[in-house]
Antibody
């Protein structure tokens, strides 16, 4: 069964850091791009960051550029999101999503259940 | 980079057809055939319904279809069913700097 399981969310104070992880199973992880998509409470979807199969192509939303860093470990079938200098507006459910092709251009064909990040003092 | 524009809500009776529009620019929807559509039920993760403008993943009902004209993509649901009531989001690849994707504002579909 193809599966993505996120972890690492929680309550954090503004300005602090948090690292999200996504464990993939059921498919050949290093054949596909991977992404983080978030959804603030009661709001729509926002693409956060994406990474190609070999980490050669990486992109970020303007709202997180310079604060968040995406990475992957193909040997561990895992995707990560290092979030620094967190702000209240980063509060959201963070989804890990599998790209449909190796490059970060295709659709998001598999989604995890998400991990909640709450930034508050 | 602005979000793609979708109508806030669309409604229809069971059996009817509805269409949801998704308007962008020549830098996203109009420039690439990498438009996809997602269905999201309350409290659930999004589900891919259409990819590359008009392709349906295996297992998605053929009542769902996609198309594109210029800078506007569309999702049509035919033979509307109660289970289709959900939020729908479009997404497009974009050539804007290091930003890869942009999502639509979302549309709430109500089955009357």
């Amino acid at each position: 069964e193809v599966q993505l399981v996120e972890s690492g969310g929680g309550l954090v104070q503004p300005g602090r850091s948090l690292r999200l992880s996504c464990a993939a199973s059921g498919f050949t992880f290093d054949d596909y791009a991977m992404h983080w998509v978030r959804q603030a409470p009661g709001k729509g979807l926002e693409w956060v960051s994406g990474i190609s199969w070999n980490s050669g192509s990486i992109g970020y939303a303007d709202s997180v550029k310079g604060r968040f860093t995406i990475s992957r470990d193909n040997a561990k079938n895992s995707l990560y999101l290092q979030m620094n200098s967190l702000r209240a507006e980063d509060t959201a459910l963070y989804y890990c999503a599998k790209g449909s092709i190796a490059a970060p251009r295709g659709a998001f064909d598999i989604w995890g259940q998400g991990t909640m990040v709450t930034v508050s003092s | 980079q602005s979000a793609l524009t979708q109508p806030a809500s669309v409604s229809g009776s069971p059996g009817q057809s509805i269409t949801i529009s998704c308007t962008g620019t020549s830098s996203d929807v109009g420039g690439y055939n990498y438009v996809s559509w997602y269905q999201q039920h309350p409290g659930k993760a999004p589900k891919l319904m259409i990819y590359d403008v008009s392709n349906r993943p295996s297992g998605v009902s053929n009542r769902f279809s996609g198309s594109k004209s210029g800078n506007t993509a569309s999702l049509t649901i035919s033979g509307l069913q109660a289970e289709d009531e959900a939020d729908y989001y479009c997404s497009s690849y974009t050539s804007s700097s290091t930003l890869f994707y942009v999502f639509g504002t979302g549309t709430k579909v109500t089955v009357l």
